[in-house]
């Protein structure tokens, strides 16, 4: 399932962490968030792939919550680039999922680990329009991790309310002057 939020590359080594966007910007802004990260992880250091998000009370991900700082934001993560100053991205995807699960402590609130479905996507694809989320991603359980050459495929939620009208949020920032 893919979670609405902001990307980010969570990077912790030597009891801190911090949080870079897919353009490389660091994510300053959430100093909380990455001292959570940092305690919550059960290794020397990491590098994860996941998704800042702010959840509504239901549990839902609220963008315009994490977009205007309204709630305080979470980490999913949903794989493992690096354990250790080992690269794993060359393992295979359910290989770097079950490791990653290893090394997020299971009681942490603001680190969390974002299980994968296996072989019931459509199942899941209907509960996430059901739900009004944004889309899910397919991936290769056998698939290695190569940014430049992506074999996974989003399957996007045509119905997906908080996608309407969403460039008007970025339109005056950008207009502005503000990024």
């Known amino acids: 399932?893919?979670?609405?939020?902001?990307q980010a590359l969570a990077f912790v080594e030597r009891g801190r962490a911090r949080l870079v966007s897919?353009?490389?910007?660091?994510f300053a802004?959430?100093?909380?968030?990455?001292d959570a990260?940092?305690?919550?992880?059960?290794?020397e250091s990491v590098v994860f792939d996941g998704e800042v998000v702010c959840l509504d009370a239901a549990g839902k991900p609220d963008f315009r919550a994490l977009l205007f700082r309204r709630a305080e934001p979470?980490?999913?993560c949903f794989d493992l680039l690096m354990l250790d100053g080992q690269d794993v991205r060359q393992l295979p995807l359910l290989s770097r999922k079950r490791e990653l699960r290893r090394?997020?402590?299971?009681?942490?609130?603001?680190l969390r680990y974002l299980d994968h479905v296996v072989g019931r996507g459509?199942?899941?694809f209907q509960a996430v329009c059901e739900l009004d989320l944004e889309e899910i991603v397919a991936k290769r359980r056998d698939g290695i991790y190569d940014p430049a050459a992506t074999v996974w495929v989003?399957?996007?939620?045509?119905?997906?309310?908080?996608?309407?009208?969403?460039?008007?949020l970025f339109e005056g920032r950008v207009a502005g002057g503000r990024r």
């Open 22 to 26: 897919r353009n490389g910007r660091v």
């Open 37 to 43: 990260i940092a305690i919550a992880v059960r290794s």
């Open 1 to 6: 399932m893919k979670l609405d939020g902001f």
């Open 103 to 110: 090394v997020i402590r299971r009681r942490s609130d603001r």
């Open 122 to 124: 459509i199942d899941l």
């Open 29 to 34: 802004r959430w100093p909380a968030l990455c």
């Open 154 to 168: 989003k399957v996007k939620n045509r119905d997906y309310s908080e996608a309407r009208d969403r460039w008007e």
């Open 74 to 76: 979470v980490l999913y």
